[in-house]
Every structure is written in structure tokens, then in C-alpha cells.
């Protein structure tokens, strides 16, 4: 039973507070993957989630989902889309939910977080206003840890996105975006009929308990690694580029300076010698400000570094808590 | 002595050497006697481009002329291309002042002559054929060549009288200068007189027009007058020797002829072609123009000397002044000051200032002295030393007024101002300036290196001398270090032989004499001193294969802290005494300390210019002109330059020795590199697309390391030990069985790092046998590895096997390692950043912004460390990391604050730069998650 325990504060009272889903919807969601998994195609399978928005408990419910193409190529989402209007027309007619509330995605190692993803966020939220995105991770199904997170973008980024695609600094500064409220987690309760709960009581009794104290595996630890150590070249590219740009600000600050000091000596000269001054307001014009670095996509790898990070700290943390076990068991 | 400048033939050079050594060995009254005779005869010409040029093309033409009598026409086509060769040269000089009649009078009487020979058919058939085709050659040269004189020429053949004589005149100009300096006036008169009427029957052209003996006076007066007009300075007293020379009358009234209309008949002087231009003299006359260095009458005494030293020093280094000429009159001052019995210290004085004027000669002290006046200086310095050698009682005092100098008076201590050892000084960098000049190839210079005897000896009088005058402390140690100095670099061959170490001896000596001096007064000239002579000391003890005495007295004496703040000489004498000291160790077989000391001045790629050994051509556009000529005076002259070729090969031999067993050791960290040199002569092979077998040397060094990093010794030892630089080490055979046994073991130890993760054990016995080195050997050398961790392997006594080890990290390991170098660069890169931010604002608010970079340091510091020791709980990495976000916080509402204030145009960068701030949160979130995994894995591994 995967609930994110974290609670991210919501700014505004409107929005939503709980993402309620069906273990329908789960089930679905993990067939989905599986299947494309087994099949050893792109494990990148994303679907449409439908549900409804229940305004008096600030609960989003997601009851039913159905998978997506991978929307690569120009006529695969063309197919899509025709899908995704024949599904709503089908559903319609055997009266289930068919607003769509959002979409759902699986990721690699928390590797989901990209330009992607969030345009896809951004597209869904556009259309309407409380839409999320579930990132279900297979990797750690597989470990026996279900993992569905919901998210959404922010209102502060969702403002900034709309008015432009590539932020600048002074505008992440002034709407106090970071890396760590870019996207905003909301929680993810299971919700399930009566009749689910009981099927649910009847299985626990023949619950193997003994995988609680496997080791965490060193593989997933190494490519949690590598995924974290390309993270880390990113933003040193990014820094690089900074740094880069920090130099051609400077240089053209002290250019213009020199200039204008010097256009100036000039000036009082003319004057003193009777002629007309030069005009002095073609400074700007002369010197251009050097191209901005975009801070997207640093924001962005900050953003996935960070997750990679809560990610190997969880995974090691439950493997360092059986590790003192098995010592004092030892001893 | 005095010798002409006029004539450069090395034939006169050489004898005016003899003449110059000469008086040494005479006694002084002999000595100065000869030399008034000498500056007597001797009228000095200075001869200007075109005197040159125009004495060029005499001796063409007096070659022709030869040649046509005899009739050797191969020898006359010779002699006119020489001449056609010589006009073109003297090209700007002939449009200046015409042409000259003898050419124009060769060139036509030339073609008369080859018509006639060509016509003569009788006497063509009698040609040998060189001559003959010889002929054919010049008739059509010498027609081409004389159209463009047609004019002159057609002048010529109609007033031929016009262009008589003034060959004879100006060859007798010519030949004077060559003459004087060989031949007393006498002979010269007699020689003059014989020639006169060789001539007369010689040559039947007409001799007594008034117009052509016009002609030739001006001809030939024109290359005096320019001297002549200078020689006005009194150069001769009245003495008894002066009026000996007086020889006819006509040459006293010379002058004055001159300076009227010049009508007078004189007495043709000329010469015979016959005796190849062996002339009259007819120097004796210019005496007579000369004032005399005194009026008339005067009484020559000490107070007069003086006035006339202090007048003509007073000259010293004017432009008008001609400075030739002060150096002879300097010597006759001198001369007469010994026939007037002034004393010894007024004749003293008057050498002192015979040299200085010497020193004067030369416009600059850049350029370098003409040869013959430093053997002059020589000379004279030599005498003074005589002087005061014999007269104790004569001081020189440094310093002193001139009013207070004590030059008669026999009661108080005689006195001169002046010293001789600031003379001796200059002269030895003359001399060393003069190498500097000369090509170091040339026989001239080993020539003149022989002089380097004489002035050593020079040294030692002076050393003596000084000695026993007792002089300061600061004065022996200059003479000292002089001493050394030609001293230091110079093998001692007899000490390699096993003989007593002479130079060794000698060596220490000096040098410990230096050392003894304390300085009291703290002057950095005595500290300097000190210096040198440690450094010198260091090189001799390293060129003689000291090296435990030569590293102990540098590492002892602490010269390297304040090596930094020398003069540049004594820079380039430390780089010298380095490069020394490394290839020292090298033969000794230090290779790690070769390699450390020969690094910083290999990996700089200017090794020549840091030990002054010429310049490095690539550079050269990097600097400009002055900065050449700068760096060109500092040049150590050409034999005391060390091998660099040599020591390019054995600093490239350490590297590789150290650096292959290194690559090994380390195969996949590229970053640590002990040689960059090594590895860039390795990447440039690479470049090769095709490798044939070595030839230059970095080819074979790159071969030879190339076969050791296969561990293959034997071919690795045969091909760097093949080339021939080799020999050129001291000790060679030495040096190449040590560097035999090095590669072994180098290679042995590359081996174990390539190929020990394929053994699970191996027997020291193959090894032994592969590497050719005794069990005892590689027992040793593979102790020492384990020793120092870089193998992992333990020996196995029973069977006598080395057991390897496997533990490589595991590859989380290696990725925890790589995250953590990623995360230093991060680390880096963002605090440049925000370092550049502190640069650009500073303007602005400088309180805050000096204390920005602390903070997010310290931040970021603290929640490493916060990071480090409790790691495994995630909590307290948040600790830490929410830590950071309160400061960053504080940041940015400094930030802000500091943006109201500040203008529009720094508001835009702040902004930016606190975006990459925010990267920086996140780096250091992650630096907890990453902690907490290496925390993790080295538990469980």
C-alpha cells in the first residue's frame, strides 16, 4: 500500500489535497507496464488517467485509466489521439468516468523528470485545472514496494511556464521557484470497494514474510549511481556555462563603461571646442547583452538529482536498519 | 702598444699580438720607451666606408694590372670579376663621390688590352686553353661592362693625363697603415725611395703635371682629412724622440700646403707593382699637424700631468671627441711622464686613465670590443700591475677626490684615485663580452679563449697584489670570486684520473675564504657574492661527480629561498648549477632526484633561455627587439655552455624510468602525471603514421619506452643506450651500466603492475630469469612493493612463491570514487562562480559581498562534514542541507537589499548569479545522499 508520507504545503485552499485511486486503476497500470516490460520494448508507457474531482472533500478520483502509444513519432500520435477520442465515446457509453484527469507514466530510476514531461504536465494542466500526472515506478514494484506518485506543476511554475518556456534566473527568483518546488507531489491514497478489501484480508493470510530481509541489491544501488553521477555533469555543464556567461556580462559591462567614459572625454573636447556633442544613447545598441543560460533544464537535473538522492537514501536506509539486525543477531 | 684598425687581415692581428705580449717580459724603462716609438710612427687612420670601399677596388685593379703583365688571363678575367663584384657594392658610395678615376683608367686600359691580345692572333694560338676561354669570357664581360662608362671612358682615352696616378697615391694611403705597423719609419723611407724609382722606370707615364699631382693630393688627402682634422688634439711632446723622427722638411711644411693652394711639387711616393704594394710611410708627416700635448717650453710637472688628465677626462664619452686618439694620447702622457721622472704614481695615474679611456672606445656597453683594443687593455693593465708590483708604496684608493690624491709628496702615503680592481673587472666582462661575439666555431675563438690564460694570470697578480695591501674585505672577495668564476666549470681531468683533485682543492679554498668573510655591513654586493661563489662551488663539486658533497652544500646553504630575488646572472648561474647538480645525481643514479631537479627547467620548454644558452627560435615572435637584445647580452659564452641535447636525453631517461612503471601502476587515472614533457613525446610518436627504426633522439627515447611498457628490458636498455649522446657523459660506460640495471628493475616493476592480476603466484626464480637480475634482487624489489602498497601479494616462504591478491574495488566503489571527484568539480565551479559575482559587485556593496563566498563555503562545508560522520541517517543530512537553505535565505534577502541600492545593470547579474546558487542547494543535497552511500558501502564491503 504505496502513500507518499512526505506532505508537500499547497499554497492555495482550491486546489486539490488527495489523489484517491482505485485499485482498478493500480492493477491496470501495472499490467500495463509489465506487459510492455516483458515485451522489452521502450519501458516508457504512459495512458490517460479518467476520473472525476470531488470539490467538497478537495479529492481527485481516479477510477479508471487506459494506456497510450508512445507518442514519438508525428503519426503515432495522430493514432492516439484517435484513440483517445474513441475510448472517451466508448466509455461514455457504458456510463464510466470519462473526464480526463490527467496522465500516468512509468520511470526508470526516477529518470522521468525531463523537458518530456514536463510539457506533457504543463498541456494537461492547461486543458484543465487540477490534472496530474502518476509516475509508477516498476523497478521498485518489482522489490516489493509499490510506488505511485502523483504530481503536479506548481502554480508558481505553471505562471512562469505559460509566459515562458526558458526561465530566466531574475524570474525564478522572483516567483521563488527552485528545483524543489517546481513540481508539487500531492498524495496518493488507494481507495478500494468493500469487496476488494475483503479478496485483500483473505490474501494477507498466506503472506510470505520472509522477503522483508533481503539486502538491498548492490545492482540497483549502481545504476541509481550512474544515473547520479549523470545528473551531476549536467549541472556541471550548466555551471560551466554560468561561468561563461558571468565573463561575457563582465566584459561588456567594462566595455560599456569604457566606452561611455571615453565617448564622454570626447564630448566635453567637442564642447570645448565648439562642436556639437555626439549622441550618447546608442550605447545599448552597441553592446548587446550576451544570451541568458536557460535554467530549465538545470533546474530540471537538479530536480532528478534530488530524487535519485531520496531515492538511494530510502533504499539504503531500510538496508542499513537489517544490517544492525543481522549484527546483533551475530553477537 | 697601438696598432692600426685600418687593416683586419688576420695577418696583422696575429702581429700585433706578438707586439703586444712583448712587453711584458721587458723591463719598464725598455717598455715605455718602445712604445713612444711605436705611437710615434704610427699615424692612425680612420677610415670611413668609403676609403674602404675605394681601397677595394684598388687592390682589384693593382690585380689586374699584375696579372696583365704577366699575361695570365684567367688571372685578369678573375680580377675583373672581383672589381665588377666590389663597384656593384660601392655602389652608394660611388654615386656619392663619382667614380673613381683608377677605375675608369683600369677598366678602359683593360679593353685596349684584351683587343690587343685578341687580335694578336699569333700569340691567342699560343694560350693554353684555360686562358683562352678566359679570354672569350672577359672580351665580352669587360664590353657589356664597359657601356655603362662610355662617356667616362672616351674622356679617359682623350686626356688621359686627367686620371694618372691615383692608384700609386691612395695604395701608398693604403699600405701606410698596414706599413706602420710593421715597420719603423726608417725602413719605410728607405722602402719608399727604391719603390719611387721602380716606378719611374716602371711605368713611363708622365709624372710632373702640375694638374695630376692636384688630382692625387686631393685623392688622397681626402681619407686623411677626415682623421687629419681630428688629429689636432696634441699628441706628441717636445721630446728628444719626438724630433728624431723629423725626418725631411717637406713633410713638416706638409700641411701647410695643404691648406693653400697646393701647387708645390713633392716627391712622388709611390709604389712598384712588383713588390705587392709594400709602401712608403708617410705617417711621419701627420705628427706634424699634430699640436703638442704641451705648449712649448712649459715645465713639465705633476700638477701640469694633472691639469691635462682632468682636461682630456673631461672629454671622456663626448661625441665630438675622438676616442682612438685619447688612448694614444693617454700613452704618451704616460710616455712622458716617465722621461720627465714624475714619479711613479703620476705614471701610474697616467695608465689608470689609459685604460679608461680604453674602456671609452667603445660607444656603448652593449656592443663588444674591437679585439685589438682589449689585448691593448690587457697590456696596459698588465703594466700598471707591474708598476705597482714594484712600487708598494703607491696606493689606490676607490673613491677618493681627485684634490685629495697624494701624487709627490713622499712623506704622507701615495695616492691614486682609482681602482684597479674595478679595471680588471670590466676587462673580464669585455673578454666574456667578446666570446659572446665571436663565433664559436671559428679557429678565432679558440684564439682568443687562449687569451683567457693571460688574463687569469692577470687575476692572480692582482689577488696577490691586493693581498699583500692589505685591501677590505669586500675588494678580496670580488677578486676571489673572479677567480672562481673562471674556475668552476672547467673539468679537472687530472682529478679523474685518480690524481690529487687539484681543482677540488683550489675549489674550496676560494670558496671557504668567501664563506669565512662575515658580512658585517649586510651589503647585498657581499651577499651576492657569497652566493655565486656557493653556486660555483655546487657546480664544480657536480661536475666532478660529487654529488653527496654538491646536494648537502645546496641543501644546506638554503640558496633556493632567496634564489627568487637574485639579480638574473645569478639566476641563470643557479639554473646552471641545477642542471648540474640533476645530471650529478643522474650519473650517480638518483634518478628520482635527477628527475625532480632537471623537471623545472625541462617542462618549461626554454631551457635555453633559462640557462642563457641562446635563444629558442619559436618564441621569437613573442618578444620584441629590446627584450632580444637584453636577453642576448646575458649569453654565456659558448664553453661554458652545458650539453642541453644531453641533458634533454637524461632528464627524458629519468622520466621514462619513473613514468612507465607509473602509467602501469596507474592505468585508468589520467590525471596524475609526473612528466608532461615525457607524455608529450609519446603523443607525438603517436602521431606518426608510419614508425621506422629510431634515428633522432627522442625516437629512440620514445622506443625504448615503448619496449618497457612491454616490459621487454632488452630491447628497451639496447635502444636508448645506442645513441651516440652517450658518450658525451662523463663516465660513460658507468653511467650506461646503471642505466642498464635501472631499466631491469623499472621493467621488472611494470611488469608486476601490467601482468600481476594474471598470476595467482609466480616464482621469483622466472622472474629472475626473465629480467636477468639475481634472486636476491627481485626479492628486494618486489619487498619494496608490497611494502608501499602497490602490490598486493605476500611471499610464500615454503615453496618460495609470491602468492598475488586479488582485491580490486567493486564498481559501486568506483562509482562512490567518481562521484565524489564530480562533486569536488561542482564544488569548484560554483564557487568560481560565485568568486566572479564577489568580483563584479564588489563594487558596490563590498561588505557583503567579501563575506558571500565564506558563507556558502562554510555552508557548504559544514553540511559535508555534517554529512560525513553520521551519514547513515538521512535526517541529518537534511540537517545539514536545510541549514544551508536558512543561509541561502539570508542570501538572498542580502541579495535583494543589495539590488535597491544598487543600478539596473549589476540587479540583472545578481539575479543570475543567485540562479546558479540555487544549483548549488542542490549540489549539496546530494553531497548528503552521496555520503550516506560511501558511509554504506565501505561497511558492507
Known sequence: ?331 | STQSTGGDSSDESSSSESEAEMPVARAPVRQYASILEESDDEKRVVRSSKDKRFSEINEAIKAIRNAKKIKDISKVFEGFNSLCSTYTKSQNVIAKNGTPKAFIRCVADLETFVLAVWEDKEQRSKLNKINSKALGALKQNVRKFNKAFETDIEEYRKNPDNYEEVIEEDESDNDDDLETAKDSAKQAKKSRTSSSRAFDEDDDEAGGDGMSDDDSDDMWNESDDSSSSDDEMPAIGYTAAYFLKKKDDDKKERPERKKKAPKQQQPRTSTSKEDEGWTTVSGVEKVAKEKPLFEEGTEITVDVVNQKIAELSSIRGRRGANRKKNIETFELLTETCYKENLGIPVVAKCLYYTCLAIFDYNPSMSACMVVDIWVQLLVTLDKLLTLLEGHREVHFVEGLPDEEENLENPEKPLTVAGSILVIMERADDEFTKLLRNLDPHGTEYVQRLSDEAKLCVVILRIKAELATRKASNNEMCRIYLREIEHLYYKVDYSAEKGGTGNSKAKMDELCKFIYRIESSDHSGDLDRIRTRAMLCHIYHHALHNRWSEARDLMLMSHLQHGISHADIPTKILHNRTMVQLGLCAFRNGYIQHAHTTLNEIQSSQKSKELLAQGLSTQRMSERNLEQEKIEKQRQIPFHMHINLELLEYSYLTCAMLLEVPHMAAHQFEQRRKLSRTFHQQLRNAEKNPLIGPPDSMREHLVASAKAMMKADWKTCADTLLAHKIWNLMPNAEDVKAMLKQKIKEESLRTYMFTYSACYDSISPMVLSRMFDLSNKQIHALISKMILNDELKASWDKPTDLLILHRAESSKLQSLAKQTADKLTHVMDNTEKMLGQGTTFTSRGNAAASLTWPNNIFGAGNGSLQMGFPIGMSGDSSRGGHRNYQDRSRNYQDRNRNYQDRSNAGNAGYNGRSRGGYNNAGGYNNNSGGYNNNTQYTSRVY
Open chain 1, 1 to 331: 500500500m504505496a502513500t507518499n508520507q512526505q506532505q508537500q504545503p499547497t499554497e492555495d485552499m482550491d486546489s486539490i489535497q488527495c489523489v484517491e485511486v482505485t485499485s482498478q486503476v493500480i492493477m491496470k497500470i501495472t499490467r500495463n507496464c509489465q506487459d510492455e516490460l516483458d515485451k522489452q520494448l521502450d519501458p516508457h508507457v504512459s495512458g490517460v488517467l479518467l476520473g472525476l474531482i470531488n470539490e467538497n472533500k478537495r479529492v481527485l478520483e481516479v477510477t479508471h485509466c487506459f494506456p497510450l502509444m508512445n507518442s514519438d513519432t508525428d503519426e503515432s500520435m495522430e493514432i492516439n489521439r484517435e484513440h483517445m477520442l474513441e475510448m472517451e465515446r466508448s466509455l461514455r457509453s457504458v456510463n464510466i468516468d470519462y473526464q480526463q484527469v490527467g496522465f500516468y507514466q512509468s520511470t526508470y530510476l526516477n529518470t522521468h523528470c525531463d523537458r518530456n514531461f514536463l510539457d506533457s504536465v504543463f498541456d494537461y494542466l492547461e486543458e484543465m485545472n487540477e490534472a496530474i500526472a502518476i509516475i509508477y515506478d516498476p523497478l521498485k514494484t518489482k522489490l516489493g514496494h509499490l510506488s505511485l506518485r502523483a504530481f503536479k506543476l506548481s502554480s508558481a511554475a505553471f505562471n512562469l511556464y505559460k509566459a515562458e518556456k526558458d526561465f530566466t534566473a531574475e524570474m525564478l527568483r522572483d516567483n521563488l521557484v527552485t528545483y524543489e518546488n517546481l513540481f508539487q507531489e500531492i498524495p496518493v491514497v488507494v481507495k478500494n470497494s468493500s469487496l476488494t478489501n475483503v479478496l485483500l484480508c483473505e490474501l494477507g493470510h498466506v503472506q510470505d514474510t520472509t522477503s522483508y530481509f533481503t539486502l538491498p541489491t548492490s545492482s540497483y544501488l549502481e545504476k541509481s549511481m550512474q544515473l547520479l553521477l549523470g545528473g551531476l555533469d549536467e549541472i556541471n555543464q550548466d555551471l560551466l556555462k554560468i561561468n561563461k556567461y558571468q565573463k561575457s556580462v563582465y566584459k561588456k559591462q567594462t566595455d560599456m563603461m569604457k566606452y561611455i567614459q571615453d565617448r564622454k572625454e570626447e564630448n566635453d573636447r567637442m564642447i570645448r571646442e565648439g562642436l556639437k556633442p555626439l549622441p550618447e544613447e546608442d550605447v545599448n545598441e552597441l553592446f548587446k547583452d550576451p544570451a541568458p543560460v536557460g535554467r530549465l533544464e538545470s533546474l530540471l537535473s537538479a530536480n532528478r538529482i534530488t530524487s535519485h538522492c531520496d531515492m538511494i537514501e530510502e533504499h539504503v536506509k531500510s538496508g542499513i536498519g537489517k544490517l544492525y539486525l543481522a549484527d546483533s543477531f551475530m553477537s
